[in-house]
C-alpha cells in the first residue's frame, strides 16, 4: 500500500496569502489528522476528519481551517499567513476511526515558510 | 497544549549501549504511542501501550506504562547510529487525536 502522501513538500508564501495543503491518506483509511510541528511549541494538533465531517479541533484561530473528500482525501488552507505559521505540517490517517487504540501513520509533511 | 513533557530532552549515548526516555501526561488516556522522527521528516510509530497494559516489547524496543504515576518509559537496547532520532510519546483519550510531549533527541555516536 502507498502510504501517506502530502503535497506539496515544501512552499514559501508572503504574510497576507493563503495556502491549502493536501494530503491523501492511506488506502482504506477514513480518518485524517492534520498537526502543526515548530521547535517552540512542538507537536500540536489542528483537527481530525472522519467520513468527511470534522470530528475534533485544536486550539487555532479560524484561520487555520480543513475539509475531506468522499475519497478521504484532506486539505487544510490557512488564510491571512502571519510569520508565527512557518511551521512542519503533518497529515496522519488511521484505519479505523471509531477505535480508539490504533496508531496514526504520518505523511512526510509540508514545510511552509513565511516570509 | 501538550499533555506533558519527555525526559531528558537530549540523551547522547554510544552505539551498543541502551537509551532510556521517559514521559510524563496529565489526563486519564485510552492509550500511549511512542513515534519516531528522523531529522525534521514524519513521523514513524514505534508502538503502542494501552492503559490496561503495564509492558510491551517490540523487537529492541521496551516500553513500560504506569498510570498511577501517569508516565511511560521507552527502552532501546544494543542502540545503533541509525536510532538517532527524536522520539515522541504521544496519549490518545478518545478517537484519532493524539497529544504529544516536547520529544527527546537522541544521537548515538559510531
Known sequence: ?115 | SQQGEEDPQALSIQEGENATMNCSYKTSINNLQWYRQNSGRGLVHLILIRSNEREKHSGRLRVTLDTSKKSSSLLITASRAADTASYFCATSSGYSTLTFGKGTMLLVSP
Open chain 1, 1 to 115: 500500500k502507498a502510504g501517506v502522501t502530502q503535497t506539496p513538500r515544501y512552499l514559501i508564501k508572503t504574510r497576507g496569502q493563503q495556502v491549502t495543503l493536501s494530503c491523501s491518506p492511506i488506502s482504506g483509511h477514513r480518518s485524517v489528522s492534520w498537526y502543526q510541528q515548530t521547535p517552540g511549541q512542538g507537536l500540536q494538533f489542528l483537527f481530525e476528519y472522519f467520513s468527511e465531517t470534522q470530528r475534533n479541533k485544536g486550539n487555532f484561530p479560524g484561520r487555520f481551517s480543513g475539509r475531506q473528500f468522499s475519497n478521504s482525501r484532506s486539505e487544510m488552507n490557512v488564510s491571512t499567513l502571519e510569520l508565527g505559521d512557518s511551521a512542519l505540517y503533518l497529515c496522519a490517517s488511521s484505519p479505523v476511526g471509531q477505535r480508539v487504540n490504533t496508531e496514526a501513520f504520518f505523511g512526510q509533511g509540508t514545510r511552509l515558510t513565511v516570509v
